[in-house]
Antibody, heavy 120, light 109 residues
């Protein structure tokens, strides 16, 4: 079955950086688009970024453009999210999710999430 | 980038049916047949219930169904059960971005 395991979260000061990883198994990694979605404490879901099956196209929510970078490594079946210039409002649980298609449509299967806490 | 509009809460008794609406615009829900619905229990990750407006992934109960009319998508849960008490989110593709609804808390009375 599809398994997505996020790691790399933690506590960081404003202006700092973190790199999240998402190890995938149980499906043909190179055939599907992938997403990062976050959820601030007590709040709803917010889409953050997505990447197509081959990594050729990347999309971001406006609030993270220029600060976050999504990438994937097919040799390691792993999705990444490089987060720079972090702000307190980036505090959230970050989920990785598969798409149901090779392109980017909507998230399908989800991991359990990793917590990112940005504070001074 | 406005979120899709969902009611904050809905409620129903066991055995009843409820419907949760999700209103967007002609640029998202109304334009693409790419609306998904998710269920999230407290402290858990979201789980997909419906994709592409009305497709149920393998393993999802047929008590859950989706539809769309114009700029509004809907999730119907029939034969309500206590375990259905959770938060529900809609989501739509919208040309190089993805937007979520604000979420609806379902209470089973």
């Amino acid at each position: 079955q599809v398994q997505l395991v996020e790691s790399g979260g933690g506590a960081v000061q404003p202006g700092g950086s973190l790199k999240l990883s998402c190890a995938a198994s149980g499906f043909a990694f190179s055939n599907y688009g992938l997403h990062w979605v976050r959820q601030a404490p007590g709040k709803g879901l917010q889409w953050v970024a997505a990447i197509t099956y081959d990594g050729s196209n990347k999309f971001y929510v406006e609030s993270v453009k220029g600060r976050f970078s999504i990438s994937r490594d097919k040799s390691k079946n792993t999705l990444f999210l490089q987060m720079d210039s972090l702000r307190t409002e980036d505090t959230a649980i970050y989920y990785c999710a598969t798409d149901g298609h090779p392109t980017v449509t909507t998230p399908h299967y989800w991991g359990q999430g990793t917590l990112v806490s940005v504070s001074s | 980038q406005s979120a899709l509009t969902q009611p904050a809460s809905v409620s129903g008794s066991p055995g009843q049916s409820i419907t949760i609406s999700c209103t967007g615009s002609s640029s998202d829900v109304g334009h693409f047949y790419l609306v998904s619905w998710y269920q999230q229990h407290p402290g858990k990750a979201p789980k997909v219930l419906i994709s592409e407006v009305n497709k149920r992934p393998s393993g999802v109960s047929d008590r859950f169904s989706g539809s769309k009319s114009g700029n509004t998508a809907s999730l119907t849960i029939s034969g309500l059960q206590a375990e259905d008490e959770a938060d529900y989110y809609c989501c739509s593709y919208a040309s190089s971005r993805v937007i979520f609804g604000g979420g609806t808390k379902l209470t089973v009375l």
